[in-house]
């Protein structure tokens, strides 16, 4: 049995006078439905660098190390108290420096995680642009054969070049053409 999509359930049974600001409602449900779904998927490595890297960007997480350093110091400066660690203070420096390493490390992890959800974005959002592409393609078309049916006159250019299909390798291709033909133009400008 083939099973439909679910935009494609929610449209055979929408009634005819819906407005877009139901369909756009409908939409951001579908997206937030997605987004869910990713913050479910994660890992407990990601959710833990997350929820780090999230406190260590905050201000209670400077105000703690503020408080922290400062008793630091005073307690390693105060007189008549036992210094462990006395100026220049080389364990506070050797704890910091480990903070460093392991904060810089949940932040990594937290952005890649974070990029990886925008790469799954920016593909969701390019399928979507090149099916779109697809259905107005179709449909001028279908206009097209309408009109000649009808008996209208088509003889713009345009409208022969918007019937072919786009070819994405082919934008690709003429994309990194362009990149190099401006390397080449940014290269000569420099030399001469």
């Known amino acids: 049995m083939h099973k439909q999509p679910a935009g494609a359930r929610h ?3 929408r009634p005819r006078d819906v407005c877009a600001d139901d369909l756009t409602r409908e939409n951001v449900q579908s997206m937030r439905r997605v987004e869910e779904m ?3 998927n994660r890992s407990r490595a990601d959710r833990m660098a997350a929820f780090i890297a999230g406190f ?3 201000m209670p997480f400077v105000w703690l190390h503020a408080a922290a350093f400062a008793c630091w110091i005073i307690l390693n400066t ?6 462990w660690d006395p100026y220049p203070f080389t364990f506070l420096t050797l704890v910091v420096s480990l903070e460093a390493i392991f904060l810089a490390s949940f932040i990594l992890i937290s952005q890649n995680y974070e990029l990886r959800i925008s790469d799954r974005r920016n593909q969701l959002d390019l399928q979507i642009n090149l099916l779109t592409e697809q259905e107005n ?3 001028i078309q279908m206009l097209e054969r309408i009109a000649k049916k009808v008996g209208a006159n088509i003889a713009d250019p345009d409208v022969r070049i918007m019937e072919e299909t786009t070819d994405p390798e082919k934008l690709v291709a003429q994309i990194e053409q362009a990149r190099r033909e401006d390397s080449a133009a940014a290269e000569a400008a420099k030399k001469s």
Not at 78 to 83: E, F, N, R, Y
């Open 38 to 40: 990713a913050m479910a």
């Open 11 to 13: 449209s055979e049974t």
């Open 56 to 58: 260590c960007g905050s």
């Open 78 to 83: 105060w007189p008549g108290l036992a210094h």
């Open 137 to 139: 393609t179709k449909m």
